[in-house]
């Protein structure tokens, strides 16, 4: 079945440690990929997003990703992370293949200790 | 904010019960979608709709129905709840109608719904 897999499920990292969140998906054909951040108690917001072009892409409070074709990847990074990015992470794929329904992984939850 | 409002916030009900949650859309969008975040199915879309029709359908039970309005605004009516059925209900909306990939949706705050 097609899917989106966040490979982690909780992740726990003290303040300025660099953070890595893993994101595969299955779909075939073009696609478009996001990531967004739930803070406690709060709703989704978009992080970044990937149409086409440069496959680094840039997003808000200093996150970054990468989209790796041949390894149907888009991993979010952050060099130095904060308190205040703790949160719960969800990749999402937009894909021709799945009528354009927006497909969430399960989410990844981040702890940063002070 | 993302411009996108639920009401209400929190809902506390029983079983059986019907509830309605409400969406009203950013200004401009004409798609609002629905979906149920829960703790064992994590973050699954309902079902879309686009400028008064409906759109796409998810994993949307029979129990459960939704419409849009002429103002754009959208109500899930959730009927006969069971326990399973307390989760997080967030609405999205989106300027297209979900037929392409250069899309974005923003998700308003939830609601909450406690079924006891």
């Known amino acids: 079945a097609q899917s989106v897999s966040q490979h982690n499920h909780h992740v726990i990292l003290s303040e300025a440690a660099s953070l890595e969140l893993g994101c595969n998906y299955s779909?075939?054909?073009?696609?478009?990929l996001f990531w967004y951040v739930q803070y406690p108690g709060q709703h989704l917001q978009l992080l970044l997003k990937y149409f086409s072009g440069d496959p680094l892409v840039k997003g808000i409070k200093g996150f970054e990703a990468e989209f790796i074709k041949s390894k149907f990847s888009f991993n979010l990074r952050k060099p130095s992370v904060q308190w205040s990015d703790t949160a719960e992470y969800f990749c999402?794929?937009?894909?021709?293949?799945?009528?354009?329904?927006?497909?969430f992984g399960a989410g990844t939850t981040v702890t940063v200790r002070a | 904010d993302s411009g996108v409002t639920q009401t209400p916030k929190h809902l506390i009900t029983a079983t059986g019960q019907r509830v309605t949650l409400r969406c009203s859309p950013r200004s401009g969008d004409l798609s609002v979608y629905w979906y149920q975040q829960s703790l064992d199915q994590g973050l699954q879309f309902l079902i879309q709709?686009?400028?008064?029709?409906?759109?796409a359908k998810g994993n949307i039970l029979e129990r459960f129905s939704a419409q849009q309005f002429p103002d754009l605004h959208s109500e899930l009516n959730l009927s006969s709840l069971e326990l399973g059925d307390s989760a997080l209900y967030f609405c999205?909306?989106?300027?297209?109608?979900?037929?392409?990939?250069?899309?974005?949706?923003?998700f308003g705050p939830g609601t909450r719904l406690l079924v006891l």
């Open positions: 779909y075939g054909g073009t696609v478009n």
């Open positions: 709709y686009y400028n008064g029709e409906e759109r």
């Open positions: 999205a909306s989106s300027a297209t109608p979900g037929t392409s990939l250069r899309e974005t949706q923003y």
């Open positions: 999402a794929v937009n894909a021709r293949s799945n009528d354009y329904k927006l497909s």
